[in-house]
């Protein structure tokens, strides 16, 4: 017997079945496509400026800084203004999402570089496929348009997210994935990103930017 | 955790003290303290012959023992309409765990159940069940109050010794650090484990020290014996009692472990 | 069995680990930090506890049809373009690793955070074969330096303070100023970031664990602060997820309400700050990722515990929150349980696998407090199923002889009320008169153990039922 049908053997064993009771089955299938969901905090049950004003919060307990804007025309000013603030070069990195791609880079003086990160990146821009509230998370999806590597190797990255995408819950945000990508299909990779990189690890003692981005920005776009 | 809702409650109910082996041999003052809070409380008071809830064997793996000495104990306490003991550890033995003793007999199990059901641990049953909300009793001075494990985990007694002892004239409880964590008794574990259960209690020690409280109590022998032994052995001249005996008013006897001649002291 | 045990010498152990000043200044880090921030974070969501019982009742619903959402697990993976592979053990699992590194040529591989790598051992294995494994996460990173397992599992290397670190950092990166600084932590974390960049640009395969697996969709999913699980699992060619089976969840929804206890019960976290959703190899559309993506399911003695008292053990989450918790644990540290999970739910996983005969300290190291159980985050009865193997010891007459004579002997008297009182009385009278004098003895012949540390109280001489019989029984009965 090859080891999976030896482990399928004594699972089915163990629980006293064989495998193909059709109630079994029923039940799976059901679960499967109903995809029901559990207890959801209230915490993320608002909506408008409220739940902006959550997200913002939890983002900020995250240890992430948020800021602002009123239009995606604005957001390369912003972000401009963040770096300098912060003593960083003038460099940025960030895919070929259409979403950063219209915005007006050549207003600011900052030089930009296209593509995934080979690790040597300081500076580096996603766009978030959305928002949760409950916790200040950032969900990311990976593609051409928002390399995952972005996410990880720049010391410092920036998440420009909508503002309408900014949901209550996780719940919320897998409906949009599921009608996006189709039901029982996901992207390669989703990231939930809450906050910078850390680790505790010597003497339980919170230090920022373990292996990952050191400082995390969120650009809050209004449209 | 269930009260008896007061119109269905006899006005003076009839109580089986399952006293407990360590009260029994080691420290009776705390089973008769036990004995007059409930009188005072309008409780008829009865002790039948018993002897242990079966808890160490239980907790060696011994089944067959333990149900053996469950079965005397269900039959010993059947008339009563309250089963209440001076110990969370063994009244959680019988409201917890004596059910599942018994899964796969029916006849048992519903006369396991019928005890369960009807069984407290002192402090929660004065207060939870009787409505008692102030003893008679005066202490004169500053006492701290451990948590022991089973009545805190398994029975919810927390806030209940507290808003008793909060009545007793000329007593002020401070809080300990970690008062809620394990003091490192553990039945068998202490000897067993003797040098994890020495560290453990050495921690325990020290926060009680740290209140500067003249005076700690607990509602389990178990775990008193064993801070007793510990602040004894390192010179602390810290006094350890059931906090029955301070709610009964009941301090004449010497604290656990200390001497019996006053002139020592 | 696979890494080797000393569960067998946990009393040593245990005895060492006390006299260890600088372990136990380093515990003193996980009684204060890890307590206070998991009760902060529950206090803060008034449907913590219901979430605990969703995550329970979603981690049963799923071990009771294992079978099927195993095969809808597979029935995904392959079609979004992975590979997945069974192990029945440890061996097995290892060779299957080592076959896809040897495919791809591999000479380094990076490594997540996993604690069923550290179960099979697969370190060594690579290194037996010429394939050099690099932990990522920085405790592990350090304790892999030391050639040690890690004693906690979400915090590896806590065990260790700062300067123990220092000193392994100037053992191994030669390559460094010797005159560096090194004196604060930061200064640490530092260089192990830089110095593991360079590790994560140049593997060639990435090993993750998962910490939950998703039916629905063919999902690994990862859990961690730093980072460095997706750059292991990003940049290599070739990523593989090692898994047992019983990290399997239904739904995206399921996972989430998981995932809301999961961080909350570690470390006081609202959310871990990645939680990293995979889902086969890299596509057409993307910019990065692995070209190649395989799962390793390990079985290893899960199904067998399935339709046991033990199945319950399989809704672990791997949180931590019961070892933070746990007086014992506090107290010597996670080493002195001897194999690789310690704490209460080693207590209790540790003997079914590798065997109760020699895990068999394990369950009894305990004082049965309770702590555990009240924090886990899916609710496994801890104690009870630490309870259920000194039964089964106790059937197997595993339990030691001087135990299972005394418990005998006192059995003999508490099951016959009249000679237990007629030998308690005569007992304690004889123990209270030599014990008058002091109120105390500082050594009983029965209690070493117990007078080793302290005083055993005198008893007051009479007992209970000798004195409620003279003053009460013409009234009572």
Redesign the interface.
């Known amino acids: 017997m090859s080891a999976r049908d030896d482990i399928f053997a004594n699972i089915r064993r163990s629980l006293g079945v064989n495998g193909t009771e059709k109630i079994r089955h029923q039940i799976v299938a059901d679960r499967l496509e109903r995809s029901p969901k559990g207890v959801i905090p209230k915490r993320g049950q608002v909506s408008g400026e409220e739940r902006i004003a959550l997200f913002k919060t939890m983002v900020e307990t995250s240890l992430a800084t948020v800021t602002e804007v009123s239009s995606a025309a604005e957001v390369p000013q912003s972000i401009a203004l963040f770096l300098r603030n912060h003593n960083l070069p003038a460099t940025l990195r960030m895919g070929d999402d259409p979403r950063l791609n219209a915005m007006p880079w050549s207003d600011t003086a900052l030089e930009i570089a296209h593509g995934p990160s080979e690790g040597r990146d300081l500076n580096a821009v996603s766009h978030a496929f959305g928002g949760i509230a409950e916790s200040g998370t950032l969900a990311m999806v990976s593609s051409a348009d928002n390399p995952s590597t972005l996410n990880f190797l720049p010391d410092n990255h920036i998440i420009v997210v909508s503002a309408k995408d900014i949901a209550g819950d996780y719940e919320s945000v897998w409906n949009r994935v599921r009608f996006a990508y189709g039901k029982g299909s996901m992207p390669r990779t989703v990231n939930w990103i809450t906050g910078p990189s850390r680790s505790g690890d010597i003497e339980q003692t919170l230090l920022l930017g373990a292996h990952g981005p050191r400082r995390l920005h969120v650009v809050v776009v209004r449209d | 955790m269930s009260a008896t809702p007061s119109s269905a409650r006899p006005a003076h109910p009839r109580v089986g003290l399952f006293v407990t082996c360590l009260v029994d041999l080691m420290r009776p003052s705390v089973g008769f303290a036990a004995v007059k809070l409930l009188e005072d409380a309008g409780c008829v008071v009865d002790a039948p012959v018993q002897t242990c809830c079966g808890q160490p064997a239980y907790n060696s793996g011994d089944r067959g023992t333990t149900r053996d000495l469950a079965m005397r104990l269900i039959e010993a306490f059947q008339g009563y309409d309250y089963v209440v003991a001076p110990s969370g550890s063994c009244a959680g033995m019988i409201k917890a765990h004596y059910p599942e003793l018994f899964e796969e007999d029916p006849n048992w199990r519903a006369k396991a159940d019928a005890l369960a059901g009807k069984t407290y641990e002192l402090i929660s049953f004065l207060v939870d069940v009787l409505g008692v909300t102030k003893v008679g009793a005066a202490f004169d001075g500053a006492v701290t109050y451990h948590d022991s494990c089973s009545g805190l985990r398994e029975l919810g007694v927390k806030r209940q010794p507290r808003k008793l002892l909060a009545s007793v004239e000329g007593l002020t409880l401070v809080e300990m650090k970690d008062s809620d964590v394990c003091c490192g008794f553990g039945g068998t574990f202490a000897v067993k484990y003797s040098d994890i259960s020495g560290a453990i209690v050495e921690a325990k020690a020290k926060n009680i020290e740290e209140t500067q409280a003249p005076t700690v109590l607990a509602g389990d022998l178990g775990c008193l014996m064993n801070m007793a032994g510990k602040l004894s052995r390192d010179g602390r001249s810290i006094q350890v009692r059931h906090v029955a005996e301070v709610l009964a008013g009941m301090t004449d006897e010497p604290p656990i472990g200390a001497a019996k001649a006053k002139a020592i002291k | 069995m696979t890494v080797h045990s000393t569960s067998p010498q946990f009393?040593q152990n245990?005895?060492r680990a006390?006299n260890d000043h600088q372990l136990q200044k380093?515990l003193g880090?996980?009684k204060?930090?890890?307590i206070d921030k998991r009760q902060m974070a529950a206090d803060k969501?008034?449907?913590f506890e219901?979430?605990r019982d969703?995550a329970r009742d979603?981690k049963n619903?799923t071990l009771?049809?294992?079978?099927?959402?195993?095969e809808?697990y597979e029935e995904?993976v392959k079609a979004?373009g992975g590979h997945v592979h069974?192990?029945?053990d440890a061996a097995?699992a290892r060779e299957i690793i080592l076959g896809i590194c040897r495919e791809t040529n591999a000479k380094t591989v990076t490594k997540g955070k996993s604690m069923i790598s550290e179960e099979i051992g697969i370190n060594h294995h690579l290194e037996a074969n010429g394939i050099t494994p690099v932990e990522?996460?920085?405790?592990e990173y350090?304790i892999q330096l030391r050639n040690e397992l890690p004693s906690h599992i979400i915090?590896?290397?806590?065990h260790?303070?700062?300067t123990q670190?220092e000193e392994d950092f100037r053992r191994v990166h030669t390559h460094l100023d010797a005159k560096r600084d090194l004196s604060e932590?930061?200064q640490?974390?530092?260089e192990a970031?830089a110095v593991?960049?360079e590790r994560?640009?140049a593997a060639d395969v990435g090993v993750t664990g998962a910490n939950f697996l998703v039916?629905?969709?063919?999902?690994s999913i990862i859990v961690t602060?730093?980072?460095?699980g997706?750059?292991t699992q990003?940049?290599p060619k070739t990523h593989i997820v090692l898994a047992s089976?019983e990290k399997l969840v239904?739904?995206?929804?399921?996972v989430?309400?998981l995932?809301?206890v999961l961080a909350r019960s570690a470390?006081g976290?609202?959310?871990?700050?990645?939680?990293?959703?995979?889902?086969?190899?890299?596509?057409s559309?993307?910019?990065?990722?692995p070209e190649n993506y395989h799962v390793v399911?390990i079985?290893n003695g899960r199904?067998?515990?399935?339709?046991?008292a033990f199945e319950e053990m399989l809704r672990c989450i791997r949180c931590g929150a019961c070892m933070n918790h746990c007086?014992?644990y506090?107290?010597?540290g996670g080493h002195a349980y001897g194999w690789v999970y310690p704490g209460p739910m080693g207590a209790v996983l540790t003997p079914s696998l590798i065997g109760v005969d020699k895990a068999g300290h394990l369950p009894?190291?305990?004082?049965?407090?309770?702590?555990c159980?009240?924090v886990c985050p899916v609710r496994i009865p801890l104690p009870k199923l630490m309870?259920h193997?000194?039964?089964?010891?106790?059937?197997r007459h595993l339990?030691p002889a001087t135990?299972r004579s005394g418990?005998q002997l006192?059995?003999f008297?508490?099951?016959r009320?009249g000679l237990?009182?007629f030998a308690?009385r005569a007992?304690?009278g004889a123990l209270s008169f030599a014990g008058?004098?002091?109120?105390?003895f500082?050594w009983l012949p029965m209690?070493?153990?117990?007078t080793?540390?302290?005083?055993?109280?005198?008893?007051?001489g009479?007992?209970?039922?000798?004195?409620?019989k003279r003053e009460?029984s013409g009234r009572?009965?």
Request: hydrophobic letters at 40%; charged letters at 25%; aromatic letters at 10%.
């Open positions: 009393k245990a005895a006390l380093a880090n996980v204060q930090g890890f969501l008034p449907e219901a979430l969703a979603i619903h009771e049809h294992l079978d099927l959402y195993l809808s995904k979004s069974f192990a029945r097995e990522t996460d920085l405790g350090i915090a590896p290397a806590v260790l303070n700062a670190v932590p930061v640490l974390l530092t970031r593991l960049r994560f640009l039916a629905e969709t063919g999902t602060n730093e980072g460095n997706d750059l990003i940049l089976i239904p739904t995206l929804e399921d989430s309400q995932l809301r470390t976290q609202e959310m871990s700050v990645y939680t990293t959703f995979s889902t086969g190899p890299r596509r559309t993307d910019a990065d990722g399911l079985d199904s067998s515990m399935l339709g046991t007086p014992v506090h107290a010597v009894n190291a305990s004082t049965f407090c309770g702590r159980e009240s309870r193997w000194r039964e089964r010891e106790f059937e339990t135990v418990l006192w059995g008297f508490a099951k009320p237990y009182r308690t007992a304690m008058r004098q002091r109120g105390r500082t209690a070493k153990g117990w080793k540390y302290r005083d055993f109280p005198a008893p007051q009479e007992t209970f039922q000798q004195r409620w009460r009572a009965a």
